[in-house]
Each structure stands twice: as structure tokens, then as C-alpha cells.
């Protein structure tokens, strides 16, 4: 694609409040405040300066002159891979954390992750030297060109798809490791059990009562809320495209939280040092929980993934689409077809997830007992064919899980944007960084297309039906 169609249009640089005040007070006076909208526009703290926050448009008269200077070069990227050969060959955790920064700072994105994959590194390194081998292959990724669209892990992902295809079990990574106090997760619901079973290991660095994990302050603060996956970090290739079941983890700021300056050269170790991470605890601690959830999976025999919280979120997004499908018939059927109602309640897809929840339930309680069999019942050597079968089980078991996301992705992916092929997952079609669930089919209810919306919910309902197949019996 030639430059000129790919280059953005619209020049965006963060500023200092010193340099935004001029342009604000030229607004004052003109158009609606701010005040007037809904409480996502409130709480600007410039009255005093006076700035009194309404939106334009500027008068005619004020205009600014700006000259945007961009050298645009070719340049190679380099990822810095490293692997710790598993047992298990055809089983493999991908770990990953960007260390491009957007500016020259970049103290909290990424380098508070790139501190804690370093770490991680060395912890592994040193069991390594103690004689330990994991039963399943590492893979450690330094991704460049995260901060210029995804690069490094997006064309790392595409050269490799067939080997991750074949024997990639889950993505995770860690992108800013901490910029304040305040658990945060995004995660495909496979990996919730996980996750959340980790947090409850390690001790958090808020220990107003004593004793108490990170689980226990997450729980606390937000209920112990896991996000949707979306976009903006290295887990998109993985999860929108390959199908690879991924999670994202790290700390983030509190409503009582020093101002981060994200992406600007403020996001510098200073601030780490006096706001961020004041004694480097969350570092630490985002640290021993990332390698934690690294060892669980790739040390248990069966795989610690739970299909049935796939299940029940499929089940909570569609209701989600449910209240859109039925405020579209309730406010303006004159946009869909022929001014017909759309069957808010999706009654093949209904179906679809109710199988693949029986489906899954039948799964994890077979994983399950599998799980506890090899904790409880070790086998003498020389019943080595009750070895093959309980391994030829174990590979069973555990291949399910590891093809249930690729389950869900379309091949032509959604429309006007193909690359994303994940039926469940991708990020918002025009908010980027937040996730969308049911894509295609929100999308299309969006846009008030009854040909499309039925569409959708045909392609997913096949894709629920074949995920719930393939955890079946063979």
C-alpha cells in the first residue's frame, strides 16, 4: 500500500497543559460546555486558569498555524526470542512484552513489563541451572514495533502460524507491569480460572490488612474483574487472529493514583521512582505473579483451563447483544429491512451455547478427574501400558482445550476488516483499544442490516456448535 494511504491524517502529539491553556481560552464563549454533556465529559481542573470548557466550534477569527515535521524511514525491527525446551514438544506457552517505547520514557509502558520479563527470565534461568525442565516449551518474545501497530508480535504470529496452529496452548503477556496499585486483567475465559487461582498466591503489596493477596484487593476494589480482550498490546495477533488463548495482566492506576502521563516523555523513571511504584513492590509483585501463571501452565499435566467460563461469558455477551437487538426494535425499525423486527433473541445461537456449556461441563469434570488420577495414583514403570494410556489421555484432554479457541474463528473473518478472524473477540470498530464481543454481529446490529445481523448469528451458531463438537468424545 503506497504511504500516502497508510500515514495518518490527522497529526496527534500529546501537550503539555501550558501549551493546550491558549487553544482552551479561545473556546470560552463558544458552543455548549462541556458541563452540559454526561458525566464522561466532566472534571476538568482549568477553571482557575480560566478556562471554562466549552467545545466550539472557534470563532473564525482564531486560527492556528501548525507545522507537523515527520521523517518517515524504512528501518529493520528486531524480536528477541528465547525458548526453554519442554517434554511435551507439541505444547507451547508463548510469554511476551514489548520494549519499543512510544517516546524517549516509557518507565511504565513498556519497561515496567520489560523489567518484570527480565526477571522472569532469570528466575526460569536459575531453575534451569538447578536441573528443573518444564514439562511444556517456553517461548520468551521481546517484541519490537509494538507502539507502530502490533509489528513485531503481529509479523512474528504470521510467519509462524502453522507451528502455533499445530501446538501454541496459550499467549500471555504483560505490557505496562505497573503504573499503580490496582489489578488489572484482560483475558479470554478460558484462562479466568487461572489467572484468578494465581492471584490468590501471592501476597499484595497493600497489606492495610494483614496477610492479605493480590486476589483479596482485586476482589475488594473491582469485584475481581476480568476485561474483555480487545486490542492495543501484543495479544491481539494471537487471539483475534490465531486463535491462540491469550490473557494480559498487570497493575494499573486508582481513582487516588498520581496522573499518568502515558505515552509522553513524562513516563519516565523519576516518575516511577517518586509516583508510580514508590519502592518497586508492584514491579515485584507483577513479577511472581506473571512466572506463577507461567509455571502452572506449563507445568501441569492437564492443562489448568476451564471450558464451562467459556461457556457462561458466551451466554453473558449475548444477552449484551439480546438489549441492543431489542432497544433496535424498540426505537427505529425503519432502518432494517422492510421495517421487520429483528428475533432478539437469537434462538440458534440460544442453542449453540447451551451445547457447547453441556459440552464443556462433560470436559472439565473429565479434566478434572484426569487431573486428580495423575496427582494421586502414580504408576509403577513396569505398567507401562497403563503410562501410554493414561498419557494417550492427557494428550486428548489437553489438545481439546488448545483447539477450542481456533474453533471460533471464520476464515473470511469480519467484515471490512477480514485480518480478525475471531468470531467472540476483537476490538471495538472504532474504540480500538476496548473489546468487542460478537463482533459481526453487534456490528451489524449497529448498522440496522437484518440480512446481516441473521447472517452473523448463522456463522456464529456453526462456530459454537463445531467448539462444542470438539470437546466431545472422539
Same mark, same amino acid.
Given at each position: 500500500?503506497?504511504?500516502?494511504?497508510?500515514?495518518?491524517?490527522?497529526?496527534?502529539?500529546?501537550i503539555?497543559?501550558?501549551?493546550?491553556?491558549?487553544? +482552551?481560552?479561545?473556546?470560552?464563549?463558544?458552543?455548549?460546555?462541556?458541563?452540559?454533556?454526561? /458525566?464522561?465529559?466532566?472534571?476538568?481542573?482549568l477553571?482557575?486558569?480560566?478556562?471554562?470548557?466549552?467545545i466550539?466550534p472557534?470563532?473564525? %477569527?482564531?486560527?492556528?498555524?501548525?507545522?507537523?515535521?515527520?521523517?518517515?524511514v524504512t528501518?529493520?525491527m $528486531?524480536?528477541?526470542?528465547?525458548?526453554?525446551?519442554?517434554?511435551? %514438544?507439541?505444547?507451547?506457552?508463548?510469554?511476551g512484552?514489548?520494549?519499543?517505547?512510544?517516546?524517549?520514557?516509557g518507565?511504565?509502558?513498556?519497561?515496567?513489563?520489560?523489567?518484570?520479563?527480565?526477571?522472569?527470565?532469570?528466575?526460569?534461568?536459575?531453575?534451569?541451572? /538447578?536441573? @528443573?525442565?518444564?514439562?511444556?516449551t517456553?517461548?520468551?518474545?521481546?517484541?519490537?514495533?509494538e507502539?507502530?501497530?502490533?509489528?513485531?508480535?503481529?509479523?512474528?504470529?504470521?510467519?509462524?502460524?502453522?507451528?502455533l496452529?499445530?501446538?501454541?496452548?496459550?499467549?500471555?503477556?504483560?505490557?505496562?507491569?505497573?503504573?499503580?496499585?490496582?489489578f488489572?486483567?484482560?483475558?479470554?475465559?478460558?484462562?479466568?480460572?487461572?489467572?484468578?487461582?494465581?492471584?490468590?498466591?501471592? +501476597?499484595s503489596?497493600n497489606?492495610?490488612?494483614?496477610?492479605?493477596?493480590?486476589? &483479596?484487593?482485586?476482589?475488594?476494589?473491582?469485584?475481581?474483574?476480568?476485561?474483555?480482550m480487545?486490542?492495543?498490546?501484543?495479544?491481539?495477533?494471537?487471539? &483475534?487472529?490465531a486463535?491462540? !488463548?491469550?490473557?494480559?495482566?498487570?497493575?494499573?492506576?486508582?481513582?487516588?493514583?498520581?496522573?499518568?502521563?502515558?505515552?509522553?516523555?513524562?513516563?519516565?523513571?523519576? $516518575?516511577?521512582?517518586?509516583?508510580?511504584?514508590p519502592?518497586?513492590?508492584y514491579?515485584? !509483585?507483577?513479577?511472581?505473579?506473571w512466572?506463577?501463571?507461567?509455571?502452572?501452565?506449563?507445568?501441569?499435566?492437564?492443562?489448568?483451563?476451564?471450558?464451562?467460563?467459556?461457556?457462561?461469558?458466551?451466554q453473558?455477551?449475548? =444477552?449484551?447483544?439480546?438489549?441492543?437487538?431489542?432497544?433496535?426494535?424498540?426505537?427505529?425499525?425503519?432502518?432494517?429491512?422492510?421495517?421487520?423486527?429483528?428475533? *432478539?433473541?437469537?434462538?440458534?445461537?440460544?442453542?449453540?451455547?447451551e451445547?457447547? /456449556?453441556?459440552?464443556?461441563?462433560?470436559?472439565?469434570a473429565? *479434566?478434572?478427574?484426569?487431573?486428580?488420577?495423575?496427582?494421586?495414583r502414580?504408576?509403577?514403570?513396569?505398567?507401562? @501400558?497403563?503410562?501410554?494410556?493414561r498419557?494417550?489421555?492427557?494428550?486428548?484432554?489437553?489438545? /481439546?482445550?488448545?483447539?477450542?479457541?481456533?474453533?471460533? =474463528?471464520?476464515?473470511?473473518?469480519?467484515?471490512?476488516?477480514?485480518w480478525f478472524?475471531?468470531?467472540?473477540?476483537?476490538?471495538?470498530? $472504532?474504540?480500538?483499544?476496548?473489546?468487542?464481543?460478537?463482533?459481526?454481529?453487534?456490528?451489524?446490529?449497529?448498522?440496522?442490516?437484518?440480512?446481516?445481523?441473521?447472517?452473523?448469528?448463522?456463522?456464529?451458531?456453526?462456530?459454537?456448535?463445531?467448539?462444542?463438537?470438539?470437546?466431545?468424545p472422539?
Open positions: 500500500m503506497p504511504a500516502e494511504h497508510a500515514i495518518p491524517s490527522i497529526p496527534s502529539i500529546p503539555s497543559y501550558l501549551d493546550a491553556l491558549p487553544l +482552551l481560552q479561545a473556546l470560552n464563549g463558544h458552543g455548549p460546555k462541556a458541563s452540559s454533556f454526561n /458525566k464522561y465529559w466532566q472534571g476538568g481542573g477553571g482557575y486558569k480560566n478556562v471554562s470548557y466549552n466550539g472557534s470563532p473564525d %477569527s482564531v486560527q492556528i498555524n501548525l507545522v507537523n515535521q515527520q521523517e518517515y528501518t529493520p $528486531w524480536n528477541v526470542i528465547g525458548i526453554i525446551n519442554g517434554t511435551i %514438544s507439541d505444547q507451547v506457552v508463548v510469554v512484552n514489548h520494549r519499543d517505547a512510544w517516546i524517549a520514557g518507565a511504565g509502558d513498556p519497561n515496567s513489563g520489560s523489567a518484570a520479563l527480565n526477571e522472569v527470565i532469570r528466575s526460569f534461568g536459575a531453575a534451569l541451572k /538447578k536441573g @528443573w525442565k518444564p514439562l511444556r517456553i517461548v520468551f518474545a521481546s517484541w519490537d514495533g507502539e507502530y501497530g502490533l509489528i513485531g508480535s503481529t509479523e512474528w504470529v504470521e510467519e509462524y502460524l502453522p507451528w496452529n499445530a501446538s501454541a496452548v496459550a499467549y500471555l503477556n504483560v505490557d505496562v507491569g505497573t503504573d499503580g496499585p490496582q488489572e486483567v484482560r483475558s479470554a475465559p478460558l484462562l479466568n480460572k487461572a489467572v484468578t487461582d494465581v492471584t490468590g498466591l501471592v +501476597l503489596p497489606q492495610t490488612v494483614v496477610g492479605q493477596t493480590v486476589k &483479596d484487593v482485586w476482589q475488594a476494589v473491582s469485584g475481581g474483574r476480568i476485561a474483555v480487545g486490542s492495543g498490546s501484543d495479544f491481539t495477533a494471537f487471539q &483475534d487472529f486463535g491462540v !488463548t491469550s490473557a494480559d495482566i498487570g497493575f494499573g492506576p486508582s481513582k487516588s493514583s498520581a496522573v499518568y502521563h502515558y505515552h509522553s516523555n513524562y513516563d519516565s523513571f523519576s $516518575w516511577m521512582e517518586k509516583y508510580g511504584d519502592g518497586w513492590h514491579h515485584a !509483585t507483577v513479577t511472581k505473579l512466572a506463577l501463571l507461567i509455571a502452572k501452565i506449563s507445568e501441569s499435566p492437564v492443562l489448568p483451563f476451564n471450558a464451562t467460563d467459556y461457556a457462561n461469558a458466551l453473558t455477551y449475548l =444477552l449484551s447483544a439480546r438489549k441492543k437487538a431489542e432497544k433496535l426494535n424498540n426505537s427505529t425499525t425503519a432502518n432494517l429491512s422492510g421495517g421487520q423486527l429483528i428475533n *432478539a433473541t437469537f434462538p440458534s445461537l440460544t442453542i449453540a451455547i451445547h457447547l /456449556k453441556a459440552s464443556s461441563q462433560a470436559h472439565d473429565e *479434566a478434572l478427574a484426569l487431573a486428580l488420577d495423575v496427582a494421586t502414580p504408576i509403577p514403570w513396569w505398567k507401562f @501400558w497403563e503410562w501410554l494410556r498419557n494417550a489421555k492427557l494428550t486428548e484432554i489437553n489438545t /481439546k482445550y488448545k483447539n477450542l479457541e481456533r474453533a471460533l =474463528l471464520y476464515e473470511d473473518g469480519l467484515d471490512g476488516r477480514p478472524k475471531h468470531v467472540v473477540f476483537a476490538p471495538g470498530l $472504532w474504540t480500538g483499544y476496548s473489546g468487542a464481543t460478537f463482533p459481526g454481529l453487534v456490528e451489524a446490529l449497529d448498522a440496522g442490516n437484518l440480512t446481516n445481523i441473521y447472517r452473523w448469528e448463522g456463522i456464529i451458531t456453526g462456530l459454537v456448535h463445531k467448539a462444542a463438537s470438539s470437546l466431545g472422539k
